[in-house]
């Protein structure tokens, strides 16, 4: 039987600020009959106004008072603050019910009496379990948002899990604001990290990445406050899962939410034959995160995101993948370092990638020169009939270098197969010479 | 078993009565000889060593040794480095064989038995010893140079000029495309690659065994890095020159001084770590073809 009555509690205490732990012994120490005692409540709640706590020594004079004191609705700040400025103040279950006056005081909500959000206390003393405080009642157009949103769980995502402590809120452009751009990855990243919350619920942990990133050390680092940091791209209230069409991370999405900040990449990109073919409804085509990935955004120039992105254009364009293999251009890729060889998209362009019969692709053979030439300086016209995509096994498509290549392997495997078989024969044969000669110079080492 | 007299004879003609009679070595190759190999074989394994990962990108051993190295910068700095010592020796051994032919009119630089060059006895030779393998026949007897000798010649000289040349095509693409057409280009990738990989696998596989690995000269031939050779060894492997040596009177002139204790230890230090990279090398690019 834990249920102490908030009054109770502080008739008890008539006199100095009492510790948690006498008002928990004195608690305890009631017996079930007491307070199972409706007329005993009455009796203490016209007992104990709230200033006897504040005048230790004056009880007779509370006394006094009592009598002049009529039962009055509670609005005033400093009513509820008489006992809740007590930080460490706790109720039965242990939670915090306690308020930092000053915080409370310079919080966006500093203004507000507390009735106006716990509504549901209408006097003193108030019953010790109150309703929820409806953000709602207020924050209306949020509260729909989020109702409609991957985080619409109340009781696992309530308001506080990313505002924070109700009493202490300041305006998101106060750099203390829990959603202030420089501290929404952190927040968010209290469930989006690893054995975080969200990778219970089988999602990644993103947090890492994030922080890791361009984004991320810009925001972090460099304290850009224009950097793109989780609600950038996914919102705030309404963030809804990738695969709703809504979605600004939907794949249909991708381009133009990082648009938002890329313009001119996200112009190229649509200008592009993948752009165009999402613009159209096609979802087999690469979007930004494809090959930057969403979270971690490699450097385009590092080597990792060098090697990883040509098997990314290679899940698609597996022909021109595999013959792009066989060339001297993959071979060194493959083996990174620190000298750059052509990928994909040095030749193709990365974001307005054209057909190569379009005049303005750089593989159209008006441009072949200058493309090439970026790389091998003095590249002629000769030079670039070079064929980046020869396949050697393909007959009608490159005859010459077809029977170049077979010669070359008829004379691999016809030198090696002759020498092998004269090598084996040679070997059993002047092992047994030799074993015969010992034998007869007397056997040893035969 | 005439061999065998015979040598008992040259011991008992060069006065020899105690025994044991010392035993004395002859000069095979000269120290420029000896050198070229050295700068050869020690060229040519990192040319291995980098061009097979290259050649072979895709697989796990490939990337592991780039990634050890400081990537393909470092692999292809030391390809192209080695090329260019490789090609400046083949340039200087070219040069030495005219001057040697033309200058000092050395006879039998391109001709008779102590040239490079094939000649009919050494088809012979290819026959009679298969012959001789399957049991059909006696064990040819050779000159200076045997015809697995003259063909790993051959081949090496050959393996220059086309490898060398497709390497240079690709290295300076732009300067040999204003001669050769586009897909010569594509053309040079497909020679040297494969002409580069017939080099290793015979090398480390036909060369070691033939020359090295084979009973008689197990576990290495020592001749090429001391220059000298067992009176011994020379007469079994080479009775043709021997006895000819013997009949001019000329054995005499080719005697050598026996190899030092460190010239035969630093040898061997050379040449099994050469043998056993080679080994090495061999059995990464099967397992690139069979694993």
């Known amino acids: 039987m834990e249920k102490a009555l908030v009054g109770h509690s502080i008739s008890a205490a008539a006199g100095p600020p009492r510790s948690q732990a006498l008002a928990e012994k004195e608690d305890s120490s009631m017996t079930d009959a007491e307070i199972a005692t409706g007329a005993k409540r009455t009796r203490m709640f016209t007992a104990g106004p709230p200033r006897l706590r504040l005048l230790p020594g004056l009880v007779a004079a509370g006394l006094a008072l009592l009598l002049l004191a009529a039962p009055s609705p509670l609005a005033a700040q400093t009513d509820c603050l008489a006992c809740h400025s007590d930080t460490t103040l706790q109720d039965s279950a242990g939670h915090n019910i306690g308020v930092d006056a000053g915080k409370f005081g310079s919080s966006i909500h500093g203004g507000l009496k507390c009735g106006d959000c716990h509504a549901d206390i209408k006097e003193y003393p108030h019953p010790e379990h109150l309703k929820k405080v409806q953000c709602n009642t207020c924050h209306a157009d949020q509260a729909a948002q989020l109702t409609g949103s991957v985080h619409a769980d109340s009781k696992e995502h309530p308001c506080t899990s990313c505002h924070g402590n109700a009493h202490e809120i300041v305006p998101k452009s106060d750099p203390r604001s829990a959603v202030y751009p420089l501290n929404i990855p952190r927040t968010c990243g209290v469930c989006h990290s690893t054995n975080g919350m969200a990778q219970k619920h089988g999602l990644d942990s993103v947090y890492p990445s994030y922080v890791d990133s361009i984004h991320g050390y810009a925001l972090s680092k460099e304290g850009l406050l224009v950097a793109a940091n989780c609600q950038s791209c996914h919102g705030s209230h309404h963030i809804l899962s990738r695969k709703d069409p809504q979605s600004p991370t939907n794949k249909a999405n991708i381009p133009a ?99 190569t019969a379009d005049p303005l692709s750089p593989v159209n053979s008006a441009n072949l020169i200058t493309t090439c030439g970026k790389c091998h300086i003095g590249a002629n016209k000769s030079f670039v009939q070079y064929q980046p995509h020869a396949n050697a096994h393909n007959r009608t498509l490159n005859p010459a270098l077809y029977f170049i290549r077979l010669f070359m392997n008829l004379l691999l495997v016809g030198t090696l197969t002759f020498f092998i078989i004269h090598t084996i024969l040679w070997l059993i044969r002047a092992r047994i010479d030799q074993v015969r000669k010992k034998a007869a110079q007397g056997g040893k080492n035969a | 078993m005439p061999d065998q007299e015979h040598r008992n004879d040259q011991v008992v003609a060069t006065g020899g009565e105690q025994s044991p009679p010392p035993r004395r070595f002859f000069k095979r190759f000269t120290p420029g000889q000896r050198y070229m190999h050295a700068v050869l074989f020690t060229t040519f394994l990192v040319l291995a060593a980098t061009g097979l990962p290259m050649r072979f990108s895709e697989s796990l051993w490939a990337r592991g040794f780039a990634g050890l190295v400081g990537g393909f910068g470092t692999i292809l700095f030391f390809h192209k480095f080695c090329a260019l010592v490789l090609s400046l020796t083949f340039l200087i ?70 490898i060398g040349f497709s390497g240079y095509a690709m290295w300076f693409a732009p300067f040999f495309a204003r001669f050769l057409p586009g897909w010569a280009l594509n053309a040079a990738l497909v020679i040297h690659s494969d002409e580069g990989l017939l080099a290793i696998l015979f090398i480390f596989s036909i060369h070691f065994v033939n020359t090295h690995l084979r009973p008689g000269s197990f576990p290495m031939d020592m001749v090429i890095f001391t220059g000298v050779e067992s009176e011994e060894e020379f007469e079994h492997k080479r009775p043709l020159e021997y006895q000819r040596l013997v009949r001019e009177g000329k054995l005499e002139a080719k005697l050598g001084e026996a190899p030092g204790s460190w010239q035969l230890n630093f040898s061997r230090v050379v040449g099994f770590t050469a043998i056993f990279i080679g080994l090495t090398l061999l059995v990464l690019t099967l397992s690139a073809y069979f694993i």
């Open chain 1, 257 to 355: 939410t990082c648009g938002n900040c890329h313009a001119k990449i996200a112009a190229d990109y649509f200008n592009g034959v993948h752009g165009k073919a999402l613009a159209a409804g096609n979802k087999n085509v690469p979007v930004c995160s494809d090959c930057h990935t969403a979270h971690a955004i490699l450097q385009p120039t590092a080597d990792a995101f060098r090697s990883q992105s040509t098997p990314i254009c290679g899940s698609c364009h597996k022909d021109k993948f595999s013959t792009y293999r066989d060339t001297f251009h993959s071979q060194l890729g493959s083996l990174g370092g620190y000298v750059q060889t052509a990928r994909c998209w040095d030749c193709h362009d990365a974001h307005e990638v054209r057909p």
């Open chain 2, 93 to 162: 051994h070219v040069r030495d064989i005219f001057s040697r032919a033309f200058v000092h009119r050395e006879k039998g630089v391109f001709w008779g038995y102590s040239s490079m060059v094939a000649n009919w006895k050494d088809a012979k030779d290819l026959f009679g010893h298969m012959r001789w393998f399957v049991g059909l026949g006696p064990r040819p007897h050779f000159d200076r140079y045997a015809y697995w000798e003259k063909f790993d010649y051959w081949a090496v000289f050959w393996g220059m000029i086309v």
